[in-house]
């Protein structure tokens, strides 16, 4: 198993995220002993949408107006259609997310998380794949679009579902532990 040690991955996310999105790659990040913090234009917590109802509360650690991307090592996004539909209209999520497409920092999206990518202007000419709902919006974006559990190219790690979490996490361990990919 990789080890994060002294790996610092930011976890940006808004209120009705996935529940299994979130929670499964914290834990997996957490095992291989990365210091997680999970960073949102809310201040407290944020709820999680759980299938077809809402879910649990998270507490969030760094709010996004304090969080400075250059600390982090790596980010993951959670799916589920609310929150990245939320993040993507927020110039500083936006921007946030930036930072590790430009820095080729490790990035890990699943699901709908990816819609807050579209918003960056920098998926042109990448592989990536996501929930089929947004083939088409990538697609727009200069994405070529894979049906696949797991796409990886140049340190961002793509899923498509709750149902890939087994693949997503183990390549996103990968990925980081690997570091920038110049």
Known sequence: MASLE???????SENGFEQ????????????????????????????????????????????????NPEEYDALMLPGGV?????LRTNKKAIEFAKHFLESSKP??????GPQL????????????????????????????WIDKEVVVDNGLVTSRKPDDLEAFNKKMLEEIQEGVHA
Do not use: F, R
């Not at 918003?119 to 947004?134: D, I």
């Open 82 to 86: 609310m929150n990245p539909d939320t």
């Open 20 to 67: 299994s999105e979130l929670t499964s790659p914290k834990e997996a990040l957490e095992k291989a002993g990365a210091t997680v913090h999970v960073v949102s234009p809310q201040k407290e917590k944020i709820k999680a949408w759980d299938k077809d109802k809402w879910g649990i509360e998270v507490p969030v650690d760094v709010n996004l107006d304090e969080a």
């Open 107 to 112: 990035l890990a999206a699943i699901c709908h």
């Open 6 to 12: 002294g790996k610092k991955v930011a976890i940006l």
């Open 117 to 144: 990518l579209i918003e960056t202007g920098l998926l042109e000419g990448k592989q990536m794949t996501s929930y089929p709902s947004l083939q088409t919006d990538l697609k727009n974006a200069g994405v070529n």
